[in-house]
């Protein structure tokens, strides 16, 4: 089978999670003997096609700043065809995989133009990030994703959570569900560089570790980590450092404000990016990860937690509960709670065997329920499906 891909992220350009699935999950189904194209925007001095994993990766021109977001992601659609034309004047396919409403325009005129099976993965929706659609813009984004929808012979979800909220909000009757995973080897301890030197940028010996990596933005509950924090740093007079990981534009600088105000700022560090071979090595000497989301359909920086054999706090919100499994292979808290976070969180830094006892959970379970070899044969599935539903019309 030979697959056109549509994404807007593909390492090394990582903006949330559709980069990591896609580099992950592709590769699989290669090795399964399939060919895969994967066309995606110009990332630096990358060049314009190139074999990654066994992956064909196209990238057409970066339209320029994306600022306002939405007639780049307009001007990107118009490259993203104009480029898929010529590759298929050159090659035949048998579907396409759009990854969410970035590509939704592309794919379906390629759809119209071709009658290729189109297979969408939602990996989240406007009115989930948001709490509703809010104004003209959140209008438009909503509108790419009711189409993509409606246009797909098969859509996939990572998640029950989006399962429900696409057939609710988005109106699509029927989807697969297919986990996110992680490839644990990739997260193997470094052992090259100075643990306790690490460690002493960051907190001093008796002090624990608390982080938070990811996007900064709203729906992530960055802010309920704060008031949460006030509260594990009375119950634990004092001795922790919370480390914030991760590109927020003007939410960091709120964010500082915040824990200012709260007299907590000389406890936090916010680093702002950091590689992943950094963040590898940071990992082994955080106590604690601890992710409160308000919306998140699945959570992929849980599973990098467990295979780094951190300790994972989380918020019940969307599939995080599906992730981690409370008592089991982490703690789950209440969403929009600090008191039920500082809990959590509380549970973990207080209890050493017991965190020791998650993490060995949490880590087993990657390759049970996480394992990318067994989702890109799901995957397939979808695609089987898709290509025999398109026959028979």
Same mark, same amino acid.
């Not at 895969?36 to 700043?65: L, M, N, S, W, Y």
């Not at 824990?259 to 940071?282: H, N, P, R, V, W």
């Not at 601890?290 to 992929?300: D, K, N, Q």
């Given at each position: 089978?030979?697959?056109?891909?549509?994404?807007?992220?593909?390492?090394?350009?990582?903006?949330?999670?559709?980069?990591?699935? +896609?580099?992950?999950?592709?590769?699989?189904?290669?090795?399964?003997?399939?060919?895969?194209?994967?066309?995606?925007?110009?990332?630096?001095?990358?060049?314009?096609?190139?074999?990654?994993?066994?992956?064909?990766?196209?990238?057409?021109?970066?339209?320029?700043?994306?600022?306002?977001?939405?007639?780049?992601?307009?001007?990107?659609?118009?490259?993203?065809?104009?480029?898929?034309?010529?590759?298929?004047?050159?090659?035949?396919?048998?579907?396409?995989?759009?990854?969410?409403?970035?590509?939704?325009?592309?794919?379906?005129?390629?759809?119209?133009?071709?009658?290729?099976?189109?297979?969408?993965?939602?990996?989240?929706?406007?009115?989930?990030?948001?709490?509703?659609?809010?104004?003209?813009?959140?209008?438009?984004?909503?509108?790419?994703?009711?189409?993509?929808?409606?246009?797909?012979?098969?859509?996939?979800?990572?998640?029950?959570?989006?399962?429900?909220?696409?057939?609710?909000?988005?109106?699509?009757?029927?989807?697969?569900?297919?986990?996110?995973?992680?490839?644990?080897?990739?997260?193997?301890?470094?052992?090259?560089?100075?643990?306790?030197?690490?460690?002493?940028?960051?907190?001093?010996?008796?002090?624990?570790?608390?982080?938070?990596?990811?996007?900064?933005?709203?729906?992530?509950?960055?802010?309920?980590?704060?008031?949460?924090?006030?509260?594990?740093?009375?119950?634990?007079?004092?001795?922790?450092?919370?480390?914030?990981?991760?590109?927020?534009?003007?939410?960091?600088?709120?964010?500082?404000?915040?824990?200012?105000?709260?007299?907590?700022?000389?406890? +936090?560090?916010?680093?702002?990016?950091?590689?992943?071979?950094?963040?590898?090595?940071?990992?082994?000497?955080?106590? +604690?990860?601890?992710?409160?989301?308000?919306?998140?359909?699945?959570?992929?920086?849980?599973?990098?937690?467990?295979?780094?054999?951190?300790?994972?706090?989380?918020?019940?919100?969307?599939?995080?509960?599906?992730?981690?499994?409370?008592?089991?292979?982490?703690?789950?808290?209440?969403?929009?709670?600090?008191?039920?976070?500082?809990?959590?969180?509380?549970?973990?830094?207080?209890?050493?065997?017991?965190?020791?006892?998650?993490?060995?959970?949490?880590?087993?379970?990657?390759?049970?329920?996480?394992?990318?070899?067994?989702?890109?044969?799901?995957?397939?599935?979808?695609?089987?499906?898709?290509?025999?539903?398109?026959?028979?019309?």
């Amino acid at each position: 089978m030979k697959i056109l891909v549509l994404t807007w992220e593909f390492p090394p350009r990582l903006v949330g999670g559709i980069a990591r699935h +896609c580099a992950e999950l592709y590769p699989e189904i290669v090795r399964m003997g399939h060919e895969v194209h994967v066309v995606t925007v110009a990332f630096g001095t990358e060049p314009q096609h190139k074999v990654v994993g066994g992956i064909h990766v196209h990238r057409v021109d970066d339209p320029g700043v994306p600022d306002p977001f939405l007639p780049w992601v307009r001007d990107l659609n118009r490259n993203l065809l104009e480029y898929c034309h010529q590759l298929l004047a050159k090659t035949s396919f048998d579907l396409i995989h759009a990854h969410d409403w970035l590509v939704a325009a592309a794919a379906i005129a390629l759809q119209s133009k071709t009658g290729l099976p189109l297979v969408s993965t939602i990996h989240a929706t406007e009115f989930g990030r948001h709490n509703g659609i809010r104004g003209d813009d959140s209008t438009e984004i909503f509108n790419q994703e009711r189409q993509l929808t409606d246009r797909s012979t098969e859509v996939i979800v990572c998640s029950n959570y989006m399962r429900e909220e696409v057939h609710e909000v988005l109106g699509r009757t029927h989807s697969h569900i297919i986990y996110n995973g992680i490839n644990p080897e990739k997260k193997q301890r470094p052992q090259n560089f100075d643990f306790w030197q690490l460690r002493r940028t960051y907190a001093a010996d008796h002090e624990k570790i608390i982080y938070y990596v990811g996007r900064m933005t709203p729906e992530k509950g960055i802010f309920l980590l704060l008031d949460a924090a006030s509260i594990v740093l009375w119950e634990m007079e004092g001795a922790v450092k919370l480390v914030f990981i991760g590109k927020g534009d003007g939410n960091i600088e709120a964010l500082k404000r915040k824990a200012t105000d709260l007299g907590i700022g000389e406890k +936090c560090y916010f680093t702002g990016f950091m590689s992943d071979q950094d963040l590898d090595k940071f990992q082994t000497v955080a106590d +604690c990860a601890v992710f409160p989301s308000l919306y998140e359909p699945f959570g992929i920086v849980a599973l990098e937690s467990f295979a780094s054999h951190v300790p994972v706090v989380v918020s019940d919100a969307g599939g995080l509960p599906e992730v981690v499994r409370h008592s089991q292979t982490g703690i789950v808290t209440w969403k929009n709670n600090p008191d039920s976070l500082a809990w959590g969180i509380l549970e973990v830094l207080r209890n050493p065997s017991y965190s020791k006892w998650l993490t060995d959970n949490a880590y087993s379970e990657l390759s049970q329920r996480f394992y990318w070899p067994h989702l890109a044969t799901q995957t397939l599935a979808v695609y089987e499906m898709a290509v025999a539903s398109d026959a028979k019309a």
